[in-house]
Structure formats: C-alpha cells, structure tokens
C-alpha cells in the first residue's frame, strides 16, 4: 500500500447536495440550524447552499435568506455552488458572507444536456467568465466535473476527456478540481489509476474526490484516492443527496462514515466524529425518515477517535 496522507480535507456538502435532493422543501430556519450544528464539528468547509433557478430547483429558492442567516466559525469556509453568471450576480449581493464559488459541468455531453441544456464546450465557456468575475471579487474558484468516472447514458468517460476538461477549468482560475463520481459507477483499481494521471496533468491544483455510495463502494474509492496522494474529499453528512439524473442515483458518501474511517486509519481531520453524529441525527429528525449513514445507526469503532 501507498504511503497515505496524515492529514485529510473535508468539504461538507449535504446542506447544498442533500436538501436539493429531497422531496420535500427544508424549512429555512432547520436547515440553518442544521448548518449551524456542522460548523461547530470543526469541519472547515462547508457548501452551504447554491444559486440555481428557484423554479427548477425549489429546494433551494431560499439560498440567499439561508447564507444571510447563518453564522458560522471564522475558522469555516463558506462556499456556494453558482451554474452560471447569473447564479454569480445573485450570489455576490450577499458577497461578506462566503468565501468559494464552485461551478460545475459534466464530462460527459449527454449529461451535461440533460443536467444544464448545454454542450461541455459551452458550459466551459459560461464558466470561464463566471470564474474572471469570481476572481474580480476575490473569490476561490473550484471547478467540478461530474460524471468523471463514468457516465449512465455514454458508460465508459474517457480519462483524458475528463482530464481537457479539467485543464479548462484551471486555465480559466480555478485552482481546485473536484471529479465527481455522480452516480456511484467507480471503482477502486479506476480511481488510483485516475488520479495518478490527474496528479501528473495537473501540477499544483488541489485535486478533490466526490464518491457516491450508490454501489456500495464509495469508501473503498476513498481509500484508493487516498493511496494515490488524493488529500481533500467532498461528502454529505448522514449520506444525503445524490444526482436528480438520471432516477436513482442517490447516495453521496456520509461524511460520518469518511470521518470514522479516515480517524480508525490515523488520518487527521479536526473533526468531532460526536458533534457530527448529532447533526446527522437531528437532520434524521428533521426528515422524520431514517438516513443511510452506517456511523449513525452503529456508532463508531472507538468514541476516543472521535
């Protein structure tokens, strides 16, 4: 095994993923709450909300009263997910309350028509000028790419596609890339070999994995990203969310079961393990269903580690 990282990055992503996933509309003030409760677990980056079309996405058509609201450690990064320029516009009225911006597009030309109505080509130029206006008001910028290990309409994505695009992205400011394995079609021997590649193309960029558990190797992924010198990691407290396209393609990893894992290994996160338990737990509550995450139902190996 590869000499793994001592240290681990962690975005929290399940108040913007995970609620835009559910069925049924957060109340504004539970979901600040909820928020409220990760940024007390020491996680130092959380993707609080996004600004996409309320009619499309009415789960997050209270995006601004949710990051005016919330209150956060100053030791927190604060980031939104913007679609596009306008996404942006909306976004930078509330500018003193977040620090990151992350755009996304597929790799993958049939999902990315049936997610934004774009081809790659034109996403990637609609983000190029979202970045420059970004960067104008001092704005981390990190650009995802979805459907990185596969796609459910095409199958096999190409590494190289992938890795175009992501030359795109930093050419244009971003200097954070997060691949995304949105509808859980990765495997371990997969992801080391691609992010060996990506950590030869890609000199100098923080490199992010995002793994959904929807095959159930989510963890595994992790495990192989790490053994390729992968140190930052995207997931969803109590494993909320998923990917609207196509149907069923739920479940990102739980940011319990990354945290539990990375600390029985001897990773560092500066995480609470407890603290972010209860938030999963009062997210269930919230829901009024059970969640996915193992963490939540078991506990974990050692309460010490947390």
């Avoid at 979901?31 to 499309?56: C, H, N, Q, W, Y």
């Avoid at 175009?164 to 509808?183: M, S």
């Avoid at 990691?233 to 945290?259: H, K, M, Q, R, Y």
């Avoid at 603290?275 to 999963?280: C, D, M």
Wanted: with cysteine; proline share 5%.
């Amino acid at each position: 095994m590869s000499q793994l990282p001592e240290r681990a990055r962690i975005r929290e992503v399940g108040p913007r993923d995970g609620f835009q996933n559910e069925p049924e509309v957060v109340p504004t003030a539970e979901k600040v709450r909820l928020i409220e409760m990760l940024g007390a677990t020491g996680l130092s980056r959380i993707e609080v909300t996004s600004f996409v079309r309320p009619d499309v996405i009415p789960q997050l058509a209270d995006a601004a009263e949710v990051l005016a609201a919330v209150s956060l450690p100053d030791s927190v990064s604060v980031s939104v997910l913007v679609p596009n320029e306008r996404g942006l516009e909306r976004a930078v009225a509330l500018r003193e309350h977040f620090h990151e911006i992350n755009g996304f597009l597929s790799a993958s030309e049939t999902h990315n028509a049936k997610n934004v109505g774009r081809s790659v080509a034109e996403s990637l130029d609609g983000l190029s000028r979202t970045f420059v206006r970004a960067r104008s008001e001092g704005l981390r910028c990190e650009g995802v790419i979805s459907t990185s290990f596969g796609c459910p309409y095409e199958g096999h994505v190409p590494v190289e596609r992938v890795l175009d695009v992501a030359c795109g992205l930093v050419d244009a400011g971003a200097v954070e890339v997060g691949f995304g394995d949105t509808t859980g079609m990765a495997n371990p021997v997969q992801v080391r070999s691609f992010f060996e590649a990506a950590r030869s193309r890609l000199p100098g960029v923080e490199l992010t994995a995002h793994f959904h558990n929807t095959r159930g190797q989510g963890l595994a992924n992790v495990l192989a990203a790490l053994e390729a010198g992968v140190e930052s990691f995207e997931s969803s407290f109590g494993e909320l969310g998923g990917c609207p396209v196509p149907a069923g393609a739920t479940g990102n990893i739980a940011t319990e079961d990354l945290v539990s894992m990375l600390h029985e290994m001897g990773i560092f996160t500066g995480i609470d393990l407890g603290a972010l338990i209860a938030a999963s737990r009062a997210a269930q509550g919230v829901l009024g269903r059970p969640l996915g995450s193992h963490v939540l139902l078991a506990g974990p190996v050692d309460w010490r580690s947390s």
